[in-house]
């Protein structure tokens, strides 16, 4: 069974920045898509970013684009999701997910447990 488990959250300011880990274990295969997802208070799960398995093609929301970057190191199993100039309005319960396919939906088949981002002055 595929674990995946999320850090890196916390406290920012506005125009902060953060960096979120993913490591993946249990079945994880390094040929899986990976995505970080986010849910806000009162709000439905979204995609935010995507990777494919060799980290040759990315996308990520418009909210996100020019934001943030997602990145991914197989040998070590870990996606990384660093964000810039963070809003209030980025705050959110961020998850990490992992599937066969690059799906900007929720398609995945796995889901970690999230870290919370709370971006507030």
């Known amino acids: 069974q595929v674990q995946l488990i999320e850090s890196g959250g916390g406290l920012v300011q506005p125009g902060g920045s953060l960096k979120l880990s993913c490591a993946a274990s249990?079945?994880?295969?390094?040929?899986?898509?990976m995505a970080w997802g986010r849910q806000g208070p009162g709000k439905e799960r979204e995609v935010v970013s995507g990777?494919?398995?060799?980290?040759?093609?990315?996308f990520y929301s418009t909210s996100a684009k020019g934001r943030f970057t997602i990145t991914r190191e197989n040998a070590k199993n870990i996606v990384y999701l660093q964000m810039t100039n963070l809003e209030p309005t980025d705050t959110a319960v961020y998850y990490c997910?992992?599937?066969?396919?690059?799906?900007?939906?929720?398609?995945?088949?796995?889901w970690g447990q999230g870290t919370q981002v709370t971006v507030s002055s």
């Open positions: 990777i494919s398995w060799d980290g040759g093609a990315t």
């Open positions: 997910a992992a599937g066969s396919f690059l799906d900007y939906g929720l398609n995945y088949d796995s």
């Open positions: 249990g079945g994880a295969s390094k040929s899986d898509a």
